[in-house]
Every structure is written in structure tokens, then in C-alpha cells.
T-cell receptor
Framework: KNEVEQSPQNLTAQEGEFITINCSYS?????LHWLQQHPGGGIVSLFM???GKKKHGRLIATINIQEKHSSLHITASHPRDSAVYIC????????????FGKGTHLIIQP | DVKVTQSSRYLVKRTGEKVFLECVQD?????MFWYRQDPGLGLRLIYF???????EKGDIPEGYSVSREKKERFSLILESASTNQTSMYLC?????????????FGNGTRLTVT
């Protein structure tokens, strides 16, 4: 079973700072997901990627398959970015094969 | 936009009660999932279903059962609720080629068993 590690567990930053959240996994994957969970519970899918880099607004996700590592970057961070960010990997065989990291709790202070 | 709706945001039940958590999705997705989320443990898969009347155990099925009589609805049943089932429960759905499609989550049900 894949082991998914996220770092840091908690991150507090000032508005406007560049944020990086890291995710590493132990076994080869078919896809990696970045999810966002705001207080209250609902989870939103931000990115799904299997190679390279994706960008959506101020969010950028990269993945290095050889190093088994992905990063989520937030540029010009804003208090509304405060949330838990979760990395999940699919080791193949369907969506039941998803393994989740424990999440990174991000707080952006004004 | 895909909508996954969970019937309750907050639920308080007593030990020994039978509890039903309902989930409905409106995008004709084949796959549906029930997870629980606990501090320090992340999301863990309880049960999933690839089709109507089909169900498969996830990583932590003990104490739970599920029902999928219609494609859009996936119910999680706690046959006899216990305090260690106090948790956040999240339902999700995805189309059949889930390797290439993101999961769509409901807003979660925070269940407290007293």
C-alpha cells in the first residue's frame, strides 16, 4: 500500500506570501490529486495530475514522477486560502485505490 | 456542475441506535464512496460501489453496511452506533474511469454518538 506523507502539517503565513506544500509517496502511481477542505467540511478537487505541471489562477501543482514527489504552490496568498490541503494518490485499479495524506492546515493571516 | 448532497450536516445519535447517512449525486456517476475523516488519521475508505446493488469493502468496513438501490443514491448504515463511530463522514462520487477523473465530495456529515 502506498504511503503518502505531506509537509508541513501546519503552516501559518502572512497575506501575500508564496506558499509551498509538499507531498511524497512511496509507490508508483497513475494519478495524484490535490484537494482543498474549508472549515465546515466540504472537499473540493483542485488538481489531478500524472505528469508535469498544472496551473489554475494563483494555484500551481507540479509532480516529479521519478522522485515520487509533488508540490502545491499558492502565489500571492490571501486569507481565503486558509484551509486544509490534502494530497491523494491513485496507485491504479480504480478510485478505490486512492490513498490520502493527513493534510496540511494552512492559515493566512491578514 | 456535479452536486453531491449529503442529507445532514450534523447528527447526534445515542449508542445502539441504527443510523442512516444518505448521499445523492446528480451526474450519473457509476462510482460512489463513503469515507470517514478523523484528526491525525486523514480520510479512510469505508465502502464503495461501482454500480447499482454492488458494494465493496474499503479499509475500515467493520460496524458499517451500505445500500445502493438506485444509481444516484448511496446510503451508509451504522447498524448499532457506538461512540467510536463519532466522526466526520464524507460521501464522494466519480465517473467510471476514475483514474482520469477527480472525485466530487459532499459537504460531510458530522456524526456524534453519545
Amino acid at each position: 500500500k502506498n504511503e503518502v506523507e505531506q509537509s508541513p502539517q501546519n503552516l501559518t503565513a502572512q497575506e501575500g506570501e508564496f506558499i509551498t506544500i509538499n507531498c511524497s509517496y512511496s509507490v508508483g502511481i497513475s494519478a495524484l490529486h490535490w484537494l482543498q477542505q474549508h472549515p465546515g467540511g466540504g472537499i473540493v478537487s483542485l488538481f489531478m495530475l500524472s505528469s508535469g505541471k498544472k496551473k489554475h489562477g494563483r494555484l500551481i501543482a507540479t509532480i516529479n514522477i521519478q522522485e515520487k514527489h509533488s508540490s502545491l504552490h499558492i502565489t500571492a496568498s490571501h486569507p481565503r486560502d486558509s484551509a486544509v490541503y490534502i494530497c491523494a494518490v491513485n496507485s491504479g485499479g480504480g478510485a478505490d485505490g486512492l490513498t490520502f495524506g493527513k493534510g496540511t492546515h494552512l492559515i493566512i493571516q491578514p | 456542475d456535479v452536486k453531491v448532497t449529503q442529507s445532514s450536516r450534523y447528527l447526534v445519535k445515542r449508542t445502539g441506535e441504527k443510523v442512516f447517512l444518505e448521499c445523492v449525486q446528480d451526474m450519473d456517476h457509476e462510482n460512489m464512496f463513503w469515507y470517514r475523516q478523523d484528526p491525525g488519521l486523514g480520510l479512510r475508505l469505508i465502502y464503495f460501489s461501482y454500480d447499482v446493488k454492488m458494494k465493496e469493502k474499503g479499509d475500515i468496513p467493520e460496524g458499517y453496511s451500505v445500500s445502493r438501490e438506485k444509481k444516484e443514491r448511496f446510503s451508509l448504515i451504522l447498524e448499532s452506533a457506538s461512540t467510536n463511530q463519532t466522526s466526520m463522514y464524507l460521501c464522494a462520487s466519480s465517473p467510471i474511469r476514475a483514474d482520469y477523473s477527480p472525485l466530487h465530495f459532499g459537504n460531510g456529515t458530522r456524526l456524534t454518538v453519545t
